[in-house]
């Protein structure tokens, strides 16, 4: 019980450095290309990897996780919201589950 | 729209916080299962959410907790799923005004998230502080209550709702990368790369036995280092 406040505590320490340390410290902006480069890509990487597998895993069927990749990925070309991307996820999800048996 | 310019900049905050709350408060359920999965109590879940405020950070965090993890590999991991907010608050230190006092420095910075960072630097001229907290009165709360539920609720909810729930989340990683994956062949590369390894790292012999915090920590720097070597970017494409 207690791990679990440090736990939270280590995340809340590193995510507020991330958050504050450039508006406090850096006042110019990054010069290397490659790190600015690297920066930029970063949550993208970071999103793909943590979203594939991981989706298709976390539903009671697999199928229904696979089809919500596809059509949040659909929304999202389409110009979708936040919102509206993660609520069509969950309705794939919802109503493939009640067919598939 | 002469009310909305009479409004102060805090009340302007709220009122552009409010559909972000909504997006949040939704999200943060799904958050919240993930977070009853590794064992976290409401109000840690609370807690952790207000802290942190943050989607894929949080979520990684519990994934960690739920295995045990090793203290020095959730600092990592949270070092790593947060970079980007790193790179959000050199963007928004370059429209702070030189009159602007140093505590709203460090005020802002505890919530830099992808969507209030998106409105706020959208905003024309300097960064107003007073807007940024308008949006995160409303937005945090809902983030943080959001959460709570989730652990409280997921497990009276039944299972198929749990189920569609849970994809949330992933649901609002895919409306932030897809839509620059559209536009840019590197952003693109970097999604289906990103796809593809950490599938193929699920799989392979040997690698699969790293934990799941590694893989991610491995493959985010070596896909991004990747990318930037093939994609450096130019001077006007910066900032996210």
Known sequence: MARNYIYIFIAFGVIYAVRVLPLTLIRKPLRSRFLRSFLYYVPYVTLAVMTFPAIVEATEKPLAGAAALLAGIGAALLGGSLITVAGTCCIVVFLLELIIK | ?240
Not at chain 2, 27 to 37: N, Q
């Open chain 2, 1 to 240: 729209m002469d009310k909305q310019i009479k409004l102060n900049p805090f009340a302007q905050g709220v009122r552009d916080g409010i559909p972000i709350a909504l997006g949040y408060f939704a999200v943060a359920f799904s958050l919240g299962i993930a977070a009853r999965d590794a064992g976290l109590t409401p109000w840690q879940g609370f807690l952790a959410s207000l802290l942190c405020t943050a989607s894929a950070g949080e979520y990684a965090l519990f994934t960690l907790v739920g295995a045990g993890a090793a203290y020095w590999e959730v600092a990592l991991v949270t070092l790593i799923t947060n970079a980007r907010y790193f790179l959000m608050s050199c963007a928004l230190s370059q429209r702070i005004s030189p009159t602007m006092k140093d505590r709203h420095r460090w005020l802002v910075g505890t919530a830099v998230t992808d969507e209030i960072f998106g409105i706020s630097i959208a905003r024309p001229g300097p960064l107003e502080p007073k807007y940024h907290y308008g949006a995160m009165a409303v937005a945090v709360p809902a983030w943080a209550i959001g959460t709570a539920l989730g652990i409280l609720l997921g497990t009276i909810l039944p299972p198929r709702v749990v189920s569609a729930l849970s994809v949330a989340l992933y649901g609002m990683f895919l409306a932030i990368i897809v839509p620059p994956a559209r536009k840019e062949v590197s952003v693109a590369l970097c999604v289906v790369l990103g796809f593809l390894l950490s599938w193929a790292a699920g799989v392979l012999p040997g690698v699969k036995t790293l934990s799941a915090g590694m893989r991610t920590i491995c493959l985010t720097v070596g896909i991004s280092a990747l990318i930037a070597l093939l994609f450096p970017r130019k001077e006007e494409q910066d900032g996210p």
